[in-house]
């Protein structure tokens, strides 16, 4: 059994705009220092599989059909054995 954790980022240039109003808010708040905030989806797979390369394939096929657009995200994948 393995657990795949899956981080999924806006690629260098895409606006963020769940940062952004993060960050308008922080300033509002009084954190004038914060200068920019961006945001990551993590996304934790419990998988019943015995070869962890499998695995990570399978995780991989998953991001690019549902979990991330490849247009405008980049996403890593780490597989840890439960």
Not at 19 to 33: C, E, P, Q, S, V
Not at 50 to 75: F, Q, S
């Amino acid at each position: 059994m393995y657990k795949a954790t899956v981080t999924i980022k806006l690629k260098k240039g895409v606006l963020n705009p769940e940062g952004m109003t993060i960050k308008r808010a922080l300033n509002f708040l009084g954190y004038d220092n914060v200068k920019e905030v961006q945001t990551y989806k993590m996304i934790d797979i419990i998988i019943d599989d015995e070869d962890e390369e499998k695995v990570k394939e399978k995780v991989e096929e998953m991001c690019k059909k549902l979990l991330a657009n490849p247009v405008i995200h980049d996403y890593e994948i780490e597989i840890k054995k439960l």
